[in-house]
Nanobody, 125 residues
């Protein structure tokens, strides 16, 4: 069983930056893909970024160049650095881990995956 704990959400002005963290617990952490999805009211979850245990990254096209995903396997932590934030980036951001990779257009995780509880990021104009 993998458990995820996110932190780092909050309110940010447009053009600003924020950094989300997600700490995982579980014996097989290093072999998991890790990453982030986000969800706005009335919409499903949207893929943001992912990183393999070896460091290979993938991003949603709309966030490529502004968001950076990294991980520290020793700390069992994945990070999402978000720069040049826009009001449309306002959402609940969910950390996720999975044994299988996600497509960059994914809106969910596999049956082998786990979700964090989510953290709110609000970008004001």
């Amino acid at each position: 069983q993998v458990q995820l704990a996110e932190s780092g959400g909050g309110s940010v002005p447009a053009g600003g930056s924020a950094r989300l963290s997600c700490v995982a617990s579980g014996p097989t952490f290093m072999k998991y893909f890790m990453g982030w999805f986000r969800q706005t009211p009335g919409n499903g979850r949207e893929f943001v970024a992912s990183i393999s245990w070896g460091g290979t990254t993938a991003y949603s096209e709309s966030m490529k160049g502004r968001f950076t995903v990294t991980r520290d396997n020793a700390k069992k932590t994945v990070y999402l650095q978000m720069d040049n934030l826009k009001p449309e980036d306002t959402a609940i951001y969910y950390c996720a881990v999975d044994r299988l990779p996600w497509d960059t257009t994914a809106n969910g995780i596999s049956e082998h995956g786990y979700w964090g509880q989510g953290t709110q990021v609000t970008v004001s104009a």
